[in-house]
């Protein structure tokens, strides 16, 4: 019996010798952080900051959400570097270890008002994902309108409408957004049945403005005031 348990005691340690041996270990979460600095260079692949008496360049490629007073959009970095100007800015940064070295990741950045979030921090700020199989209903008006994207505002609280791609359009037949977009305006109220909303944390609405997102339509989307309705193709 003795001769049996030390067989069962021997394979336990093995077993757990090779899991340690072979199994790797849980990448750490990169540290993510808010900062104010002052930009003294852009490129079509970094941003260089100063804070003090430190200079760091930071890795900004990918696609970004760009948020003016004028417009809302998905922009590829190429692009959206031409709204960053030198001088003051708030931005959020990952702190990352690549091949043993550190790297700074831009995720997003505020100067003026201007705002750009790499999509990835959107994920990383949320608290809550809504959804449902059937709908949810979600009204708001209309406070910028941009070629994929809308911006709406719920009594002071402001959120990400995502409307690009292909639409039915009752009365009409199937369409695109931007065929249909200028029967949508500024101030227009809206009354949205989607499948997802997700909601961001305090912080990331403290320095963007932005409390969810929506995307995913299962009904409609319907302009209160003049009566158009689209339900997506």
Not at 81 to 106: C, F, H, P, W
Not at 131 to 159: F, P, Q, V, W
Not at 161 to 179: D, F, M, P
Not at 195 to 208: D, S
């Amino acid at each position: 019996m003795r001769k049996g348990l030390m067989v069962v005691l021997l394979a336990t340690l093995l077993i757990a010798f090779v899991a340690y041996t072979y199994i790797p270990a849980a990448k750490p979460r990169p540290r993510v952080g808010v900062y104010e600095v002052t930009i003294v260079g852009v490129t079509n692949t970094t941003v260089t900051v100063t804070s003090g008496n430190v200079t760091e360049e930071l890795i900004a490629e990918g696609r970004w959400l760009l948020v003016t007073d004028d417009t809302v959009d998905l922009l590829p970095w190429f692009e959206a570097m031409n709204q960053i100007e030198r001088g003051d800015a708030t931005i959020v940064v990952a702190k990352t270890s690549l091949s043993n070295e550190t790297k700074y990741v831009l995720l997003g950045l505020k100067q003026g008002d201007r705002k750009l979030v790499r999509l990835i921090l959107i994920k990383h700020s949320a608290v809550k994902h809504l959804h449902t199989r059937t709908y949810m209903s979600i009204r708001g008006k209309i406070a910028l309108k941009g070629e994929k994207l809308i911006l709406l505002d719920r009594n002071g609280t402001k959120g990400i409408v995502v409307v690009g791609g292909k639409w039915v359009k009752a009365g009409s037949g199937e369409t695109t957004w931007s065929e249909v977009a200028d029967e949508f305006n500024v101030g227009d109220n809206l009354r949205i049945f989607c499948h997802n909303i997700l909601v961001l944390n305090n912080k990331f609405t403290e320095t963007f403005g932005i409390k969810f997102v929506v995307w995913g339509y299962s009904g409609a989307i319907i302009n209160l005031d003049t009566g158009t309705t689209l339900s997506k193709a």
